[in-house]
Each structure stands twice: as C-alpha cells, then as structure tokens.
C-alpha cells in the first residue's frame, strides 16, 4: 500500500504527461509522419504512376476533352479509403504528392476527405498539310534513295564461293 501512496503523492506534483488538445496550439506531428495528402497538379505529368501503386484504390483520374482539343486532367484522392503508406508520394518522379504532417483530418462533409487538383493537357499541334507538289517530291526523293541504294549494292564484289 505504501509503494502505491508514495507514488500517488509523487504524481500530483508531476507535469501531466497528456498534452493540453485542443486547448492551445496542436502538438507537432513526429517527424517522418504520414498526414493528409498534399497534390501539386502543376507538376504532375499524368503517367499514372500513382494510381497504379495505390492498394486501396483511392486515386480517381478524371479526363475531359475540351472543345480546343485540350484535355483538363483532375485526380481527387479519397483520403476515407487512404491508408497513408505513401507508396503514391514514393512512386511519383515528379513529387507532385505528399503526405504532410496534418493529422487533423476531421469533418462533416465527404469533401472534407478529398484532395484533388486539376490541370490542363494541351493538344498536340496539327500536323502541317502538305501540297500536292510537296508529296511528289517527296515521293521522287525516296525513289532516287532506294534507285541509289540497289546500285551500290549491285556494285558489292560478290563474296567468293
Ligand atoms: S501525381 Fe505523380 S505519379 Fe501520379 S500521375 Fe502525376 S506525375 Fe504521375
Ligand atoms: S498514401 Fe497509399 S493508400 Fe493513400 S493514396 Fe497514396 S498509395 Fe493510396
């Protein structure tokens, strides 16, 4: 019994070891720490990488063609589904996600679980078209190529029998 009293006296006049949450400031994430997901879509290059690495599959990618020709790309992560292994982040060449230190993932909403991030895929420029001159002679240029290239190879001395 005593043990215990002398440590219950001993406790009263220690620090408490929780923090003060939410009473002031939020305590700093631990280093290294895997938080809410951070999308830069202004580096993202679209391979796929990403998505193709995501175990939950929790990565959506959106494409829509627009009427320039211009696709507007949009990924969304649910981060309901996330389970914040950061393969996504590891495997992405371009860094465009993260995972922050931000562990207050708290809502109401289903939006307040999604990241997403757009950005805008132009159209290849449209191939010069060519004159009808332009084809012919193009089209004599490769005949004379193949005529030069059977005469060189008439002109091989024949490897001996
Ligand atoms: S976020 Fe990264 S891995 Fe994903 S598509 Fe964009 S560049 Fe590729
Ligand atoms: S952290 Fe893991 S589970 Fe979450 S989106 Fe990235 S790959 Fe998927």
Redesign the pocket.
């Known amino acids: 019994m005593l043990p215990y009293l002398g440590k219950a006296m001993t406790n009263l006049f220690r620090k408490p070891s929780t923090e003060k949450f939410p009473v002031g400031d939020a305590p700093q994430a631990a280093e290294r720490y ?1 938080g809410r ?1 951070s999308y830069n879509p202004d580096v993202c290059v679209n391979c796929g990488m ?1 998505m193709r ?4 599959q ?2 959506h990618r959106d494409i829509e063609t627009l009427e320039n020709g211009d696709q507007k790309i949009t990924f969304t ?1 649910d981060l309901t ?9 590891d495997f992405c060449s371009r860094h465009s ?1 993260t ?1 922050t230190d931000d562990y207050m993932m708290v809502g109401t909403q289903p939006e307040d679980f999604i990241v997403t991030g757009s950005f805008i895929k132009k159209a290849p420029p449209p191939k010069p078209k060519l004159t009808p001159e332009q084809i012919a002679e193009m089209k004599a240029k490769a005949e004379a190529a193949k005529a030069a290239k059977a005469a060189a190879k008439a002109e091989e001395p024949k490897a001996d029998a």
């Not at 589904?81 to 982040?89: I, L, N, Q, V, Y």
Request: proline share 5%.
């Open positions: 895997r997901i990403c690495v995501c175990a939950p929790c990565m992560f589904s996330c389970t914040f292994c950061g393969m996504c982040a996600i995972l």
